[in-house]
């Protein structure tokens, strides 16, 4: 078995490739910008970081659109942070265009909700430690408590067009979804490689992840 990371020249992808070594008991795990490579994987990560339109733009200069749609349609797939948001239809960062593999838009945090209960304006991007609460059963959370922190650094978020893609959400001030799932995908707005124990137990999980076996954690 290989893990592809791909690599599209966005975000840092060897924090990504160390944490996933760290857990992938052996598994090799290559950082690549082959859409060959990225065919030929058993499972694949697609992580990111940075402006969607850049990101786009860069996926497609580097011929590797369709090896991540297809990856993300057949095989254990990890979206992270801008990985998760172009998996969308549009976003409304540059009114981009996405992969539409999932229904739905990225927006943005809108300034008139930012405000907290005692009325203090909060910053966007969301920065930072946040609990994410999980709203379906899934195999990758496994061992991970409902409620545990993760890290985040986003200005945008997405909304799923169908409700039951909603694998987890946080607040920050509202709810908002951090986390899709479907058959074969995971994808996910915070950076588990960031998250120390809860991160690396999500990733462990999506080595260990077998589809076919159902939606149900394992026992």
């Not at 909603?166 to 479907?182: E, N, T």
Request: glycine share 8%; net charge negative; charged share 20%.
């Amino acid at each position: 078995m290989t893990i592809a990371v791909v690599d599209y020249g966005m975000g840092n992808l060897r924090s990504v490739a160390r944490a996933l070594e760290h857990v992938a008991g052996g598994v090799p795990v290559v950082v690549t910008d082959s859409p060959e490579q990225v065919e030929a994987a058993e499972r694949v990560v697609f992580p990111g970081q940075g402006a969607m339109p850049d990101c786009m733009r860069e996926l497609d200069a580097r011929g590797l659109r369709e090896a991540v749609v297809r990856a993300a349609s057949r095989r254990p797939f990890l979206g992270i942070c801008i990985g998760l948001q172009m998996l969308f239809e549009r976003s409304e960062e540059g009114n981009t265009p996405g992969l539409a593999v999932l229904p739905g838009e990225v927006i943005r945090f809108p300034e008139p909700a930012m405000r907290d209960a005692s009325g203090q304006r909060l910053k966007v991007p969301h920065m930072g430690w946040n609990e994410v609460h999980q709203a379906v059963a899934h195999p990758l959370w496994q061992g991970i408590a409902d409620g545990s922190r993760f890290y985040f650094v986003h200005s945008y978020f997405p909304q799923p067009a169908d409700p039951a893609l909603v694998a987890a959400f946080a607040h920050y001030p509202f709810a908002f979804c951090c986390a899709v799932a479907r058959e074969n995908l995971f994808a996910v707005q915070f950076h588990p490689e960031k998250s120390h124990d809860a991160g690396l137990r999500l990733l462990a999980n999506f080595v260990a992840w077998d589809p076919a076996a159902g939606s149900q954690p394992a026992a």
